[in-house]
Nanobody
């Protein structure tokens, strides 16, 4: 299993970024996919989940209404569209999948600063 995140960077408050997580080594279409984030000295925090079947989604209260998780099963990729970014969104963002064992990507840094 391999998960590779991309799309992070430096953005001003109020700006947008779209993160991608390219997956391989498992049947992507039948697995729920998750985004988490972590800042130094804090525990990794759940951000969003998208299911496999009807692609329904759930979000942490801190990002609800600003972030959108989506998936493209043909490309084995999950996305996180982040709008109206705030400085407190600054973190390393990770995607996660559980296939009996839990796998994490290497993370992508998002920095929101003026």
């Amino acid at each position: 299993v391999q998960l590779v995140e991309s799309g992070g960077g430096l953005v001003q408050p109020g700006g947008s970024l779209r993160l991608s997580c390219a997956a391989s080594g498992f049947t992507f279409s039948v697995r729920a996919m998750n985004w988490y984030r972590q800042t130094p000295g804090k525990e990794r925090e759940w951000v969003a989940t998208i299911t496999s079947g009807d692609a329904s989604s759930n979000y942490a209260d801190s990002v609800k209404g600003r972030f959108t998780i989506s998936r493209d099963n043909a490309k084995n990729t999950v996305y996180l569209q982040m709008n109206s970014l705030k400085p407190e969104d600054t973190a390393v963002y990770y995607c996660k999948v559980s296939v009996g064992v839990t796998y994490w990507g290497q993370g992508t840094q998002v920095t929101v600063s003026s």
